[in-house]
């Protein structure tokens, strides 16, 4: 089976840099497109002024025409020289020149009029055309990023997968290693060590004086309770014979004889039973739990509570210590919380954690009870 590629940095880099390098172009051309647009209601502004002054000026021509006219109007009133004729096509001249200058300015407007509409229309177009480009390709630069995200999650969602399942395995598998060694060295060596200190007894009772004997006895005594606290320590047999309950009283005794820190330990099971992968899970991260208290809170009390909720049975260890920032990562518990969470998921539940600075540290396991003999 093929491996799907991982997910490097490098990757991701580049993916990000494609996509700046795409708004950066967009962001360009919307740029160039509102440059030209100014450049262009400038040209037409000033082409629209430049008609209005020769439009003006026609105007004014025509204003200065008609005051000539008046003016000839009352010398010709007062002198009476000139014919009715003479009078009637020189006003009828006039007229024809004041008609064709006005002709010739609205002509000029209209036409500039028409060409600040032509230009106007044309630019109109080409933005609409350009933006039109830029969204498509916005869309499928935006399509890509997202299919490619997409694609980087779903292969980080499976290696993430594959690594818990790979993780439980490991934890599965040390776990059934610890047991068959704790089982070994009860059983195996355990005996032998027994059989060892009776032999010495059956020499000491012959030869009572001899300091040698006495000595190997204190040896091979001590060797049986380093075994045993060794048998303990890889898998407690209280766990299996008597259960979670049983187990978790026996660890806080322990624990707190030897970090003199109290802990205050409650049940609800009173006893009673769960499925085996589920009181495994929970005793290793209640063993986990009290490690890390007794490793890093500088507490003086712990508490300890298996209790019921429901159709759910619900771990909590919480201490009275320093606690620390969760937001901010901690370096000493990622490992032990990451296999906490682990064996959460492996028992079909989950883990919180709630932690400030002065306050301690709560960590609260839920996990459904399952097969049970409560």
Known sequence: MRQSPSITRSRLQRLLLVALAASAVLLLSALLV????????????RAFAEGQQATKAAIDGIENQQTALNVRWLQLAKRDVISREAILSELA???????????????QAENLREKVYQAGHGLLRFTVWLFAICV?????????????????????????DELTQLQYQFLETQE??????????????????????ANLSALREEQAEDPRLTDCMAVVDGAIRDVREMSQLLRPTIL???????????????????????????????????GDEAETHLFRIAQEALTNVARH??????SLQLLLRNSDVVLRIGDNGRGFDSTQPRKGLGLGLAGMKTRALGCGGDLELRAAVGKGV???VTCPMGSSTL
């Open 34 to 45: 509102a440059i030209r647009t100014v450049r262009q209601i400038d040209a037409n502004t």
């Open 240 to 274: 299996d014979d008597f259960g979670l309950d049983a187990a978790l009283r026996w660890l806080t005794e322990n624990f707190a004889q030897r970090t003199n820190i109290a802990v205050h330990y409650r049940s609800d099971l009173q006893g009673g039973r769960l």
């Open 362 to 364: 709560t960590i609260e």
């Open 176 to 197: 059934n290693v610890a047991r068959r060694f704790s089982h070994e060295l009860h059983d195996e060596l355990g005996q032998a060590l027994a059989a060892v200190k």
């Open 93 to 107: 001249d006039s007229r024809q020149q004041m008609s064709n200058s006005l002709e010739s300015a609205y002509k």
């Open 136 to 160: 498509g390709l916005s869309v499928v630069c935006a399509t890509w990023v997202v299919r490619a995200s997409a694609g980087l999650f779903r292969r980080l969602e499976q290696q993430a």
């Open 297 to 302: 809170s500088h507490a003086t009390e712990a």
